[in-house]
Nanobody, 121 residues
Framework: QVQLVESGGGLVQAGGSLRLSCAAS????????MGWFRQAPGKEREFVSA????????YYADSVKGRFTISRDNAKNTVYLQMNSLKPDDTAVYYC??????????????WGQGTQVTVSS
């Protein structure tokens, strides 16, 4: 099994920054992407960003382009999401996921527990 553990969430003022981490353990798959999704209260879970585990290609939702950066450290089996210029609308539980993706939620088969990000105005 693949286990994913997120960390780095917290409370930040608008305009601030946070870096989320997702550490993977167990058998990951070289052709699977690592993705970030988020879910705000009363809303559907939405795609945020993804990175190809082997290819190094990155993808972003339009709402976060220019503000968020996804990266990976394959030696540590860890993916990061650097979030800058945070807005109150970014408030959500952020989940990392592993699967053939890239931006399709149904194609992510392994999920972390989530980490809360709260952005105050």
């Amino acid at each position: 099994q693949v286990q994913l553990v997120e960390s780095g969430g917290g409370l930040v003022q608008a305009g601030g920054s946070l870096r989320l981490s997702c550490a993977a353990s167990g058998r990951t798959f070289v052709n699977y992407a690592m993705g970030w999704f988020r879910q705000a209260p009363g809303k559907e879970r939405e795609f945020v960003s993804a990175i190809s585990w082997s290819g190094g290609s990155a993808y972003y939702a339009d709402s976060v382009k220019g503000r968020f950066t996804i990266s990976r450290d394959n030696a540590k089996n860890t993916v990061y999401l650097q979030m800058n210029s945070l807005k109150p609308d970014d408030t959500a539980v952020y989940y990392c996921a592993h699967g053939p993706g890239v931006a399709t939620i149904e194609r992510y088969f392994y999920w972390g527990q989530g980490t809360q990000v709260t952005v105050s105005s």
